[in-house]
């Protein structure tokens, strides 16, 4: 737990790490980003949180099994909207072209519709999803260890 | 002795870097077809405006899923080595 000035710090600025990394994670098919790098913006917000609180004050709210599980239902999310495609190919992009998030955009620059890409927003929210939890479990079972250490000996 | 092999070492990795930097072909240089496939299809066949998560998560959609695995291997052995021990908590 650090002084009073960073935990009042950390405490504003996490709504803001936290908001931008799931706008990373959403727009990831009309901007630069996606589920990978918006789930690391995220993890970093909760490192933020880790290092002003402390890992025990954090761990009564975020366990790691909980964490967990989040993390598997992200992959099997992704591998299930792999295999949602294998009527025609594994991976195949079968909701362009549907209702669902199925419209095209024009060729070239355009403004963007966040209403496209078919599976491609899933599956950045199911990598993002998956990225997020597991990042955020290795900071906080890290960050658990070094206290336990100390309390052990 | 061993400072000057960790030195002589060093310097020649330094120099091969360099050398690597000059002689590195220019940006695109081997022109390929599958860059401008991706480029002038990319809107039209996935839909997504970003060319970069279009090849990552439909065109190469296993270089993904092998990443994904790789990261749920590497957080599963994380969380297993770092677990906190339940018995120790009986004991007073």
Redesign the interface.
């Known amino acids: 737990m650090m002084s009073k000035i960073v935990r009042t710090m950390a405490s504003l600025l996490i709504l803001f790490a936290l908001i931008y990394g799931l706008y990373i994670i959403t727009h990831g098919h009309l901007t630069p980003g996606g589920g990978f790098q918006g789930g690391a913006v995220f993890a970093s917000g909760v490192a933020l949180l880790i290092v002003a609180f402390g890992s025990e004050i954090i761990h009564k709210s975020l366990k790691e099994h909980r964490l967990s599980i989040l993390e598997s239902s992200g992959a099997l999310i992704f591998i299930g909207l792999a295999f949602g495609g294998l009527a025609i190919v594994f991976f195949y992009n079968f909701l362009v072209g549907s209702p669902i998030f199925g419209h095209i955009p024009p060729s070239g620059p355009n403004p963007g519709d966040i209403w496209t890409a078919g599976v491609i927003p899933f599956m950045n929210i199911a990598v993002g999803l998956k990225v997020l939890a597991g990042f955020s479990a290795i900071l906080l079972v890290m960050a658990l260890a070094t206290t336990l250490t100390e309390v052990e000996e | 002795m061993r400072k000057i092999a960790i030195a002589v070492s060093l310097s020649i990795f330094v120099a091969l870097l360099i050398g690597a930097a000059f002689l590195i072909h220019p940006f695109g240089y081997p022109p390929s077809p599958m860059d401008d496939y991706i480029i002038?299809n990319t809107?039209?066949?996935?839909?997504?405006?970003?060319a970069?998560?279009?090849v990552?998560?439909?065109y190469r959609?296993?270089d993904?899923?092998g990443?994904?695995t790789i990261?749920?291997a590497?957080?599963t052995g994380?969380?297993m080595l770092?677990?906190?021990k339940k018995l120790?908590r009986i004991k007073p």
């Open positions: 002038e809107q039209r066949e996935t839909g997504a405006n970003s970069i998560t279009a990552v998560f439909d959609g296993y993904t899923l990443e994904a990261l749920f590497a957080v994380v969380v770092f677990r906190r120790s």
